[in-house]
Structures are given as C-alpha cells and as structure tokens.
C-alpha cells in the first residue's frame, strides 16, 4: 500500500467508504490519480466543481488574494466579502435581502434552522423522507436516513419525516408548534428524486397561509447544477430561507444562508470565524462570475437533456429509470450500485452512489458533449446484461 492510503487508512478519520484512487491534479471535468491514470469526474467533490477543476478564472483569483489577505473576522469590514455580498444579492430574490455566509453545507441548515426557531418562536420542523441536510446535530435532525442517526439519538426534538412529493401527508403533519419546513427541491442523497411544481407550489401557500417558514435546502441543487442559477427557479415559488454550499466557492469550503431582513439575528447571536473569510469569498467571486459569463445554468440545461436521452436509449435491463434535471442525474438501477461504481471507475469515469440502487452524475457543467459520450459508452459497458 502506497504510504499515501497507509497514512490515511492508519490516522484518518475512518469514516469515509475510501475509494482506491488517489487524486492528484484536475481540469476542467477531468482529474488524474497517482498514476497518471485520466478519469471523467462526474463526482466533482460531490456535486462541487460545476465550474470544473482549476478553472483559470478561480486559481487566479485565489492566488491573487492569497497575497493580499488570508483572513479577516467578519466583524471587520472586507471587500471581497461585500462584492461577493452584492454579487449574490442581484442573483438571489429580492425579498432574501441577506445573507449569513458559513464554511459547508450543514453550518448552512444549522443556520437556517436556528432562525426559523428565532423568528417563528416555535421549534417544530417538518422535514422529507429519503432528504438529507447534513450531519451536525441539527441538520442530521432534518436528515431522514435512520442509519446516520440511530447512534447519535436523543437528536434535536421537535422533527418529523414525512413522504416526499405527497401534499396531504405533509399537510397533515402542520400543527400549532410548526415553526419550519425544510426541503431539497431535488432530493440528491436520497437518490435524485425531483418534487413536482404542483407539490411545491402547493407547500408554498400552506406556508403562507400558517405562517410556517419555507427553507429550501439548495445545497446540491444551488448554482446551475439543475439548469437554473437555483432550482427553485425552475417554479413559481420562493423559499424564506435558502441555503446554499457546494459549488458555491468554485472549491473553497463555503456555505450560506439566504433571508429577509426582518428574519436577521441580533448582533453576536450567531457567527462563525471563517464565515466569510476573503480566500473563500474571491474564489466565491470568481466562480459566480465564470458561471454567468460561460451560461453554466443553460448549458448545464442542455448537456443534462443530451446526455439523459442517450442514457434512457440505452438498452440495458438493469436500468430501471433514468431521471434528473440539467447535470444532476440518478438512474436507478435493478440491483446494487456499488459494483458498477467500481466497474465505472476500472473503465475511467468516476460516478457516486445515491442510496444502495442509483447511480448517480453530478459532473462538472463544463464537461464536454464527447466527454459525455464517453460517459454513456462506459455506462453502457458497465450495465452490460453479461456484465457482473
Ligand atoms: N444538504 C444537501 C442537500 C446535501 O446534498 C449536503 C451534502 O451532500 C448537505 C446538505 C451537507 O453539506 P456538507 O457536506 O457541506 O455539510
């Protein structure tokens, strides 16, 4: 074993599954390992580098600050801060006027959960089966999956699971304690399970008509993944919170929180010290800018409907059903996932799992149409009938 697994096998954190690639260098939507060996990413860091690996735009931009400022709290005033600030408020809808910036995807619902008790007063939460909103307490609270829970209970009380995309179940869930409503607009983790306009249109009323706030879990689905700067774009609905992380800071960790002013927190009721901090937030700069400059969300769009129409025309019986929305794919498969994963991988194309039974692609969105191609032909091979 290479001294590099060794390390990490022996004085990590052991809680990852550990693929056997070691990663060494990326471009674009492709990443070499160890040994020089070219693989197409369609998992980009889980669903991170939608600008792709190295995007010039962003290692100068990083490089740039690295120089001038590292860190800088955000109690002090900073200007990359304020122009990534005034960047995502003209992309953002205008009634989330601010925005709370934080390190990752679940400091981002943990965020949003303690305003929505905050401001509504009231700690119930309803949240979807098969959604995942992260791992710290709170947010593994919002998550569904009883596995990643069961040894950490007693969690956060006061949340409930209800089907996702089923108006009357969740509807009948509401009580006078209800404070929040917490959704993925697709359910990524949970294996790319899209909600349907009608559902989220009708959630939407519901919560304006109890005075529930709406928070929309973009994590995944943020920043032209689906097609759309947000997927909830892709509807006549707005959430009262919005929370976003991933590919947000081209690479950099970064999360946030979006929300009216009337929702914010008094001073020093809630913080972060890297929250905000200028590497994150050039880089942040720097990635929004190439995703409206190249039409990330429209060509996101396209390759999504290119790729998935050769996927459905692939005649494999295991493939149960092909679903997605722009680059954010899952086909579900008859049998396990995990195998052809392996198989992808021996054929250079890494690809992730959601849940036991789907594949699932969240490519960079500048990957090209003959990478995709590639995709599919590997796709095809490893689902072959004859193959294991
Ligand atoms: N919410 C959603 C929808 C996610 O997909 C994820 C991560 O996969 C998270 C929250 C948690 O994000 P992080 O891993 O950055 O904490």
Redesign the pocket.
């Known amino acids: 074993m290479s001294a590099i697994r060794k390390w990490e096998t022996d004085f990590g954190a052991g809680c990852y599954p550990m693929r056997e690639q070691i990663l060494v260098k990326g471009r674009g939507a492709l990443v070499w390992d160890a040994e020089g060996r070219e693989y197409i990413d369609c998992v980009a860091g889980?669903?991170v580098a939608n600008v792709g690996h190295a995007h010039p735009a962003v290692v100068e931009s990083i490089r740039d600050q690295a120089g001038k400022l590292i860190t800088c709290s955000a109690t002090f005033y900073n200007e990359p801060r304020a122009l990534l600030l005034q960047k995502l408020n003209a992309l953002t809808p205008p009634a989330l006027q601010r925005a709370f910036l934080c390190?990752?995807?679940?400091?981002?619902?943990e965020a949003a959960l303690k305003m929505a008790r905050y401001v509504s007063g009231k700690s119930g939460v309803i949240s979807a089966m098969r959604?995942?909103?992260?791992?710290?307490l709170g947010?593994l609270s919002a998550?569904h999956n009883p596995r990643y829970k069961k040894p950490f209970q007693p969690l956060v009380p006061g949340f409930v699971h209800v089907p996702f995309n089923n108006y009357e179940k969740l509807a009948a869930a509401v009580n006078a304690d209800t404070g929040a409503i917490i959704l993925?607009i697709i359910?990524?983790?949970g294996g790319v399970h899209i909600g349907d306009r009608d559902y989220f249109e009708r959630v939407r009323a519901l919560c304006d008509a109890r005075d529930i706030i709406l928070i929309i879990?973009?994590?995944?689905?943020g920043f032209c993944r689906t097609g759309k700067m947000f997927a909830f774009q892709h509807m006549e609905i707005e959430p009262d919170i919005l929370?976003v992380?991933?590919a947000m800071g081209g690479g950099m960790?970064m999360?946030a929180i979006f929300f009216p002013d009337r929702f914010r927190f008094a001073a020093g009721l809630h913080g972060s010290t890297f929250g905000g901090n200028p590497l994150a937030c050039a880089a942040a700069l720097a990635a929004i800018g190439v995703m409206l400059r190249e039409g990330l969300a429209i060509q996101a769009w396209e390759k999504g409907q290119y790729v998935m129409e050769k996927l459905r025309g692939l005649s494999s019986p295991k493939i149960r059903e092909v679903r997605g929305r722009g680059l954010m794919i899952g086909l579900e498969l008859r049998e396990r996932v995990k195998p052809h994963i392996e198989a992808l991988a021996r054929q250079g194309v890494l690809a992730l799992p959601a849940g036991t039974t789907v594949l699932r692609l969240l490519p960079p969105l500048v990957i090209t149409y003959e990478q995709l191609d590639r995709v599919v032909e590997k796709v095809a091979r490893v689902l072959e009938p004859s193959s294991p």
Do not use: L, M
């Not at 390190?103 to 619902?109: C, L, Q």
């Not at 959604?131 to 710290?136: D, K, P, V, Y």
């Not at 879990?217 to 689905?221: F, L």
């Open positions: 889980h669903g390190n990752s995807g679940t400091e981002a619902v959604s995942f909103h992260g791992r710290t947010a998550t993925e359910q990524g983790e879990d973009e994590i995944q689905s929370c992380a991933k960790p999360g």
